[in-house]
């Protein structure tokens, strides 16, 4: 009986040691830093000033504020102070960049406008591209990725093509600044659709703030696919 | 990867738990003679990074863990009638942290649930009289929905698949001799109906043994199916996280050695893994366990 007593103690015993901890995963998550000019001025008007905004994303595609550089490549057209107010003089064209240089790194993001009798801001912005697998769940589909012409945010349009599985528990979609990563993403929704041309309205949220399009089963944080922006 | 079993670790669970109680034993075509019993205590685990996907692939999961103490037990009410009870006494769901490699920030935090897990109890039935040349049974086993199916803050730990099943099987076998040792081979088919939005199973398998050393030491191997018929919720027809667990099928391969320390208490220890799946771990389970066999 002793024996016995001995065994079933020995099997709770290591139970309780086996099943005591929590460790830790790590993630892949790095990515080279960026900064991206958000503001998408493509006309300035002689002797009127105009606000440049930017974004910098650091190596986790999270978003950081810093000061920024700015310069204009001809100051004869366009000047730019260092908080990004840019001011036109002269007809011609000029490029605006912005720098941001810290230890390790630099970075940078340009861009062209043109100095004439008025001002023109790029409206309606869209881009297209594919949502593709990285895992062994199906997931293909057509985008486009576009501002709302009533101003009120973003318009993700998946095409009629579009497939995924439905067999993970819990399918989000996400834009993030980083395809391996939902940590400092957006969180668009569940999964509700799994086949065929469908719309998200997304509030809140610029046309050039984020990079990817990832789709994660949030239970398990595990990576179905992407598509880039 | 419910992944994760997928990942889902109630099913898992009941179905890995085919692999773990010998034939020689307990189960298979011989039911208990009247008034004998087999008990045993065993500790049952797996622990997993990887997960089999709904293509039959694998594909990286945070790494899980699936804990469970079991107590296994069969009773001859009559010489053809055995009483079945296997449960999960205690069953420990964790997922690990998941950090950045970058940062070493936490971008998921681990956690943990404790419960009781769920509870089969079944009938078997010798449909051959004891002795027969070629033994035959069929039994009925309940699933009873004990355990938890969300816990966690995103509901993603369980220990229980939250669905009451029933399952009818048939089991038949022979024994025989190779040289002196005493060996039997026996093999099962059964259909397991479940409720709640779970697909129906088909279920088949076949085991080989073999006593050595004067019948102390008893090894045997096992093959488990596990085929979905695939008629239940998916994510496009429900908003149950419960669609963990279904759909999961499985061929697995088991190696177990039980070995008499006394006349009738002896000890235990099996590895299984799954050579194909769908949506379950990718990664071996263990038993280890103590067993009173008062045939």
């Not at chain 1, 979609?173 to 997304?202: C, M, P, Q």
Request: hydrophobic share 35%.
């Amino acid at each position: 009986m002793k024996k016995i007593t001995q065994l079933v103690l020995m099997t709770l015993l290591l139970g309780a040691t086996l099943s005591s901890c929590i460790g830790d995963d790590f993630l892949d998550d790095f990515r080279e830093p960026e900064i991206r000019i958000t503001t998408m001025l493509d006309t300035l008007e002689i002797n009127t000033s105009f606000q440049m905004e930017q974004l910098y994303f650091n190596n986790v595609g999270a978003e950081e504020m810093i000061q920024a550089t700015w310069r204009s490549s001809d100051e004869t057209i366009a000047t730019i102070d260092n908080d990004g107010l840019v001011t036109a003089h002269e007809k011609g064209e000029t490029t605006i960049s912005v720098h941001y240089e810290s230890d390790d790194f630099m970075v940078s993001d340009s861009t062209s406008i043109i100095v004439d009798g008025f001002t023109a801001v790029e409206e309606f912005a869209s881009t297209s591209g594919e949502v593709k697998t990285t895992s062994s769940y199906k997931l293909r589909g057509d985008f486009t990725f576009s501002e709302k012409t009533d101003g009120s945010g973003i318009e993700l349009s998946l095409a009629e093509n579009y497939c995924t599985s439905d067999r993970l528990p819990g399918l989000y979609i996400y834009l993030s600044n980083n395809r391996n990563s939902i940590a400092n993403a957006f969180e668009i929704g569940e999964v509700k659709i799994f086949e065929g041309a469908h719309t998200y309205d997304i509030e809140g949220v610029n046309f050039n703030e984020y990079s990817f399009i990832v789709y994660f089963c949030k239970p398990f944080n595990v990576k179905v696919g992407d598509g880039e922006l | 990867m419910k992944l994760n079993q997928y990942i889902q670790p109630a099913t898992l669970v009941l179905a890995l738990m085919l692999t773990v109680t010998s034939t020689a034993l307990a189960g298979g075509p011989w039911p208990q003679p009247k008034g004998g019993y087999y008990l045993k205590l065993s500790e049952w685990w797996v622990v997993f990074d990887e997960h089999f996907t709904d293509s039959g692939e694998t594909d990286p999961n945070v790494t899980t863990g699936i804990y469970n103490t079991f107590l296994y037990g069969e009773y001859g009410v009559t010489d053809r009638a055995t009483v079945l009870f296997n449960g999960a006494l205690f069953s420990r769901n964790v997922m690990n942290n998941l950090r950045s490699s970058t940062t070493n920030e936490v971008i998921a935090k681990g956690e943990g649930l404790n419960s009781i897990g769920d509870i089969d109890v079944g009938l078997k039935y010798g449909l051959t009289k004891p002795g027969a040349a070629l033994p035959v049974s069929a039994s009925i086993i309940l699933g009873l929905p004990t355990g938890a199916t969300a816990g966690g803050e995103l509901g993603n730990l369980q220990t229980g698949d939250g669905e009451f099943n029933q399952m009818i099987q048939i089991d038949a076998g022979q024994g025989f001799k190779v040289g002196k040792s005493p060996a039997y081979a026996s093999a099962y088919t059964g259909f397991n109906n479940r409720t709640n939005g779970f697909s129906e199973e088909f279920r088949y398998g076949a085991e080989v043994g073999i006593g050595l050393v004067d019948q102390k030491l008893w090894l045997n191997t096992k093959l488990n199916v596990i085929e979905s018929l695939k008629n239940g919720d998916t994510a496009a027809t429900t908003n149950s996280t419960n669609i963990f667990a279904n759909n999961t099928e499985f061929k697995s391969v088991a190696f177990e050695a039980n070995y008499f320390v006394t006349k009738n208490v002896g000890i235990s220890a099996s590895y299984a893994t799954v050579f194909y799946g769908e949506i379950i771990a990718a990664a071996p389970s263990y038993n280890v366990g103590v067993f009173v066999n008062m045939r």
